[in-house]
């Protein structure tokens, strides 16, 4: 069973910063692009940050310069380092990958939250 997996999220200070991981794990043939959104309370799910499997990033102007996305193709792993965070960034950010496996295509993980108090 292919699954993404978000850890990392919790409480911090405005200011302070996060790191988030996102693992795949499951039947994969390979990863090609993977992503970062979150959701606010009472808000849609907006885009964060992207990174093709070549490395190429795009970000959401409201995080450029704050957020920084990586990944480790060989532990199937990306992550999210979050500095100078804002109150305005509290949501629940979710992981996205578009994956070849025998099933689906693209995976969403379920979710971990960050809240940013000022």
């Known amino acids: 069973q292919v699954q993404l997996v978000e850890s990392g999220g919790g409480l911090v200070q405005a200011g302070g910063s996060l790191r988030l991981s996102c693992a795949a794990s499951?039947?994969?043939?390979?990863?090609?692009?993977m992503g970062w959104y979150r959701q606010a309370p009472g808000k849609q799910r907006e885009f964060v940050a992207a990174i093709t499997k070549g490395g190429i990033t795009n970000y959401a102007d409201s995080v450029k310069g704050r957020f920084t996305i990586s990944r480790d193709n060989a532990k199937n792993t990306m992550y999210l380092q979050m500095n100078s965070l804002k109150p305005e960034d509290t949501a629940v950010y979710y992981c996205?990958?578009?994956?070849?496996?025998?099933?689906?295509?693209?995976?969403w993980g379920q979710g971990t939250q960050v809240t940013v108090s000022s």
């Open positions: 996205n990958a578009d994956m070849q496996t025998r099933g689906s295509r693209y995976y």
């Open positions: 499951g039947s994969i043939f390979s990863i090609n692009a």
